[in-house]
């Protein structure tokens, strides 16, 4: 008997176990599961005991949701996908499905949202999809729903008989925040010292990720918002304060990360919760993304005051004529007195950018290039765009180039789209020029030194992966050597 209060939750690691040793992108970078952690709590509060396994923390997992679906014996089995571990996904879900006859498995997360029916017409091992924000959906799935499902808002689900896959449509309206509990971080088996954030990114240890909004209001064609719509909702300053409290009282957390898409986007919120961090300091530090135009001055020494020590921002391109076909105020007159400004403030900054947007040209690559190194950014990342099921450019994205649809590399470490007018060996070798000239730059170099005494465990953590390093750097210089050739 499959006992119907209980759930294993599951996020896929998305390729092969044996090879995420040695993968850069992990080393760099171990995020905890945080839909997941906070599925768990709230159905905890519904009386719904919910089990965490972390593929990505804990590679070769296979054996242990073996052990843990026979010891257990759940009812369902819930995994949270994104585009590059779905397919990993349902490889467990059917073998959830040959370990324990007649447990139920339920998809989520950004994939599922943005398939809805389709996850379930395409994958036989796909019970329910929740579309989506999925704690109250989940919850009432798990609490007898599952008998009824088109009586469930937010849910694919086959029609009994028929077997006609239908949509209940989205939920009336989203979850208030400060109303959930603190997502069940003590689930994840290892936290804190299984997570990671990136190398360089955060002054001390132990150190997390935290999400204190949902949503965006703004509409970019490269980003997906199957989940959240255009909705914005966040929690209060006082939520925010407490949230922070709990994870340094609970598990010594010293450093967070705010995983939001707009952290400043409410000035009013953020002003009031650096006051409060102020007024009574915690003994903590924290890093979050803004938008150039949801930052000030005075908002900007209020945040260092409370212990902000990095700033992401999203540049994207340093191509306006470009980057106006992709986003809202491409403006980057703009965006560089605001990355100037946090500078100045003594603020860290970091620009997040992507090469490959359809439009692009080796002209818009080298104008990035500039831009970029024209600026006082001490961090950067640079993404392989990816167009992703549910963003506004899917539709139309093979008009506009060659896209090779290959879900499990989707992760944006990959050119699967070439827009017109380039190549994939041309993208590779300006893609490993960039960051082979920025990490030669002097300053730049500086700038790492002086993290031997502003972030020791990132310079620990690099040595002691100098091997995964030096693999990576002769993949990129022989990938280049061979578009080069």
Same mark, same amino acid.
């Given at each position: ?97 040959? *370990?324990? @006859? ?25 019970? +329910? ?7 109250? *959906? &989940?919850?009432? $799935? ?14 694919? %689900?086959?029609?009994? /008989?028929? /077997?006609?896959?239908?949509? *209940? ?15 069940? =971080? ?5 936290? @804190? ?8 990114? =955060? ?14 209001? =703004? ?26 409290? %709990? ?25 009031? +919760? ?10 903590? *530090? ?15 020494? $209020? ?10 921002? /999203?540049?994207?391109? !340093? ?15 703009? &965006? ?14 970091? !620009? ?20 970029? +190194? ?5 961090? +950067? ?39 017109? /007018? ?12 960039? %960051? ?15 993290? $031997? ?16 390093? &030096? ?15």
């Amino acid at each position: 008997m499959l006992n119907r209060s209980k759930i294993l939750l599951v996020h896929p690691l998305g390729y092969r176990a044996d090879a995420a040793r040695s993968d850069i992108s992990r080393i760099t970078n171990i995020m905890p599961p945080l839909g997941l952690a906070s599925m768990a709590a709230v159905l905890q509060k519904r009386g719904i005991s919910a089990e965490i396994i972390d593929c990505y923390a804990q590679p070769d997992s296979d054996g242990l949701i073996r052990d843990r679906l026979l010891a257990v014996k759940p009812a369902f089995i819930g995994f949270s996908c994104t585009t590059s571990t779905f397919r990993d996904g349902v490889r467990i879900a059917e073998l959830a499905r040959g *370990t324990l @006859p007649g447990v139920r498995n339920v998809f989520g997360g950004i994939h599922a949202s943005s398939m809805k029916e389709r996850a379930l017409r395409d994958f036989p091992a796909v019970d +329910f999809a929740v579309v989506g924000e999925g704690e109250e *959906t &989940l919850g009432d $799935l798990l609490d007898g729903g599952a008998d009824a499902p088109a009586g469930v808002p937010g849910l694919v %689900y086959r029609a009994g /008989g028929s /077997g006609e896959v239908r949509f *209940t449509g989205y939920r009336d309206r989203g979850l208030v925040l400060d109303t959930l509990p603190f997502p069940a =971080y003590e689930k994840l088996p290892g936290f @804190p010292d299984a997570y990671r954030l990136p190398i360089f990114n =955060y002054p001390r240890v132990p150190n997390t990720s935290a999400i204190s909004s949902r949503g965006c209001p =703004y509409a970019c064609s490269y980003c997906d918002r199957s989940v959240f719509r255009r909705t914005f909702r966040y929690n209060s300053a006082e939520y925010l304060v407490e949230h922070m409290r %709990y994870l340094h009282e609970r598990f010594g957390i010293r450093h967070i990360n705010f995983y939001d898409d707009q952290f400043t986007f409410n000035r009013d919120r953020v002003a009031k +919760f650096a006051r409060l961090m102020i007024e009574r300091p915690l003994g903590m *530090t924290f890093n979050c993304a803004v938008r150039a135009e949801h930052i000030d001055p005075d908002l900007l020494r $209020l945040m260092k005051g409370a212990g902000c020590w990095m700033m992401s921002l /999203g540049i994207e391109s !340093g191509d306006e004529q470009l980057l106006a076909q992709h986003r809202q105020n491409a403006k980057l007159d703009l &965006l560089a007195d605001k990355i100037r400004l946090i500078h100045k403030t003594g603020i860290r900054t970091k !620009g997040l950018l992507m090469m490959g947007l359809p439009g692009e040209s080796e002209e818009s690559i080298r104008r990035s290039r500039d831009y970029v +190194f024209s600026l006082p950014i001490d961090d +950067f990342n640079l993404a392989k765009f990816t167009p992703f099921p549910g963003t506004p450019i899917y539709e139309k994205v093979r008009e506009l180039g060659e896209f090779d649809e290959d879900w499990e590399r989707m992760d944006c470490m990959h050119f699967l789209f070439v827009p017109k /007018g380039m190549t994939r060996e041309l993208l590779e070798k300006r893609f490993n020029e960039f %960051y082979r000239d920025h990490f030669m730059r002097p300053k730049v170099l500086w700038g790492y030194f002086t993290m $031997l005494w502003r972030s020791p465990d990132s310079w620990l953590r690099f040595l002691g992966n100098l091997p995964g390093f &030096l693999r990576f750097t002769r993949t990129s210089e022989r990938l280049a050597g061979e578009a080069k050739g």
